[in-house]
């Protein structure tokens, strides 16, 4: 589940069967930045403080979601 927003991104990882991946490695790219965090005991996590523009999502090698776009403030 990803919700971009703006200025920010969170979602919530999820394994297929719909249960919450805690402690989750999770990189975020784009505009020349690389980001990262990890999910809580919830599977919850958030980027905040973003640059409107074109961002990846990846945990490890994986690619997760491409193109996700986040807008300006105003």
Same mark, same amino acid.
């Given at each position: 589940?990803?919700?971009?927003?703006?200025?920010?991104?969170?979602?919530? !990882?999820?394994?297929?069967?719909?249960?919450?991946?805690?402690?989750? $490695?999770?990189? +975020?790219?784009?505009?020349? @930045?690389? &980001?990262?965090?990890?999910?809580?005991? !919830?599977?919850?996590?958030?980027?905040?403080?973003?640059?409107?523009? $074109?961002?990846? +999502?990846?945990?490890?090698? @994986?690619? &997760?979601?491409?193109?996700?776009?986040?807008?300006?403030?105003?």
């Amino acid at each position: 589940e990803l919700q971009p927003g703006r200025g920010g991104l969170q979602g919530v !990882a999820r394994r297929t069967d719909g249960q919450p991946i805690a402690g989750l $490695a999770l990189k +975020l790219t784009g505009l020349n @930045r690389e &980001l990262n965090t990890s999910s809580d005991a !919830a599977g919850a996590f958030r980027f905040e403080r973003l640059s409107a523009g $074109a961002y990846e +999502l990846r945990s490890g090698d @994986r690619v &997760l979601q491409t193109g996700i776009a986040l807008e300006n403030d105003d």
